[in-house]
């Protein structure tokens, strides 16, 4: 049965890994790659109702993180479908390239803390356009916002998938993860910036600056309401959880209907056809289901691993490697620039149990950092890497050249950082 598991999972992820020459969508992979492993586990087992069981006890767990996922997407959706995010834009106004580099990345990290780092690495590549004509330029623009996204992150509880899993899952806990995690991440973005800083000189072409008035589809009275009671309902979930003790899930539920009925009275005159691509269903036809999908089978396949003890037995195995938590941790970031680091969290998660390591211990938060900002190392091994290939046609191997040793060199200095301070 281990064998079999196995096999399915390894052969299931290589799939996926092997999206682009296969041409086979990797949410659907995973989730055949989920069911199978279900699949034979209970073919191997005598006791059908106590896999059942397990099944639906670990579906309850998957279901909160997909719900919180899909609230967050659609109120994005839901600012951007406004242009709240033009505020953010209308700020800029220098006309030096490096101070524009430094302002770029600095926004992207705390912004990506709030929205997640791929809806940020999408925003902010999309206003580079407007503001860098340079194509070279643009390119070492784009590695750095991958790398300001992924610290960003990082630190905070909703600004990336794996520390959003680990929050729900009960190894973190908001306000700690913040004032642990905050100055190891900001280390690892500013240790590249200063570096990538020499690389430009110069001004900006001012015709660049100056943009062109566009049509946007709010008022600049709405897209405000809409950005800052957005933004605020997102910042309010861990609010929300300290206050009532209820799961995340829930204060992002609110959240949506919040954003729900606001929208419905900013735009209750319009009709209906006018109204619907800034309305929630409108938000839920644009957001990338598909990106749930694979969550799901993923989290099925690493579920089916720990109900049968694979997971255990690979944590076992690692700590007769080496007993340090530390190595143990940063193999995992390394590993997560080229495995994606959400099927490794939830491994880990698996491998290892609030008994052995307790809420906010110091394992979990390293977790969090070093799979979190180990992403950056290579431009496939984060959700914002990815995005940024596509939206910018960035080549792997240029990649490799070109930002690669500089993220190596935050992601040391950053977990440095973070060991001193424990």
């Known amino acids: 049965m281990t064998i079999s598991i196995l096999v399915i999972f390894i ?81 800029i106004q220098t006309t030096k390239i490096r101070n524009l580099l430094w302002i770029v990345c600095i926004i992207t990290f705390f912004l990506s803390s709030i929205l997640d780092n791929l809806t940020t690495t999408i925003v902010m590549i999309s206003l580079l356009r407007k503001l860098v004509t340079d194509s070279k330029n643009r390119l070492l623009f784009a590695g750095m916002v991958v790398i300001a996204a992924n610290a960003g992150g990082a630190w905070s509880p909703i600004g990336d998938v794996t520390t959003t899993m680990l929050w729900i899952g009960g190894q973190i806990s908001p306000f700690k993860i913040v004032s642990s995690l905050f100055l190891p991440s900001l280390v690892c973005l500013i240790i590249p910036l ?48 300290f206050i009532t003790d209820l799961p995340p899930v829930m204060g992002i539920l609110l959240g949506l209907g919040i954003m ?54 690979m944590a076992v ?33 698996g491998m290892y149990t609030l008994e052995q390591f307790s809420t906010d211990h110091y394992f979990w938060e390293f977790l969090a950092y070093c799979t979190g900002v180990g992403g950056s190392t290579l431009i496939i091994g984060s959700a914002a890497g990815v995005a940024a290939m596509g939206l910018e046609k960035i080549d792997f191997i240029w990649y490799l050249k070109n930002i690669s040793l500089l993220s190596l060199l935050g992601f040391f200095a950053g977990a440095g950082v973070y060991i001193i301070m424990n």
């Open 194 to 241: 200063m570096i990538m800083s020499f690389k430009f000189k110069g001004a900006l072409n001012p015709i660049i600056i100056h943009k062109e008035k566009q049509i946007l589809s709010s008022t600049p009275t709405q897209r405000k309401v809409v950005f800052f009671v957005g933004l605020g309902c997102l910042i309010f979930v861990p609010i929300f959880k």
């Open 317 to 349: 195995s690692l700590t007769k490697i080496t007993s340090s938590d530390s190595i143990i941790v940063m193999l995992l970031g390394l590993l997560s620039a080229v495995v994606d680091n959400i099927p490794l969290v939830a491994s880990a998660q």
């Open 260 to 313: 729900w009925v606001i929208t419905e009275i900013i735009h209750h005159e319009k009709d209906t056809p006018d109204k619907n691509h800034l309305s929630v269903a409108g938000a839920l036809s644009k957001i990338d289901a598909s990106s749930i999908l694979f969550f799901l089978g993923i989290l099925l396949a690493i579920s089916a691993m720990e109900s049968t003890g694979i997971l255990q037995s």
């Open 11 to 91: 052969l299931g992820y290589l799939a996926i890994a092997f999206e682009q020459p296969l041409k086979l969508n990797k949410a659907a992979i995973a989730l055949i790659t989920g069911v199978l492993c279900w699949v034979v586990y209970i073919f191997f087992n005598i006791d059908k109702r106590a896999v059942n069981e397990q099944l639906l006890l670990h579906l309850g767990e998957i279901s909160s993180i997909l719900f919180f996922l899909l609230s967050a997407m659609v109120i994005v959706e839901l600012i951007d479908a406004h242009d709240g995010f033009e505020i953010i834009s209308e700020q």
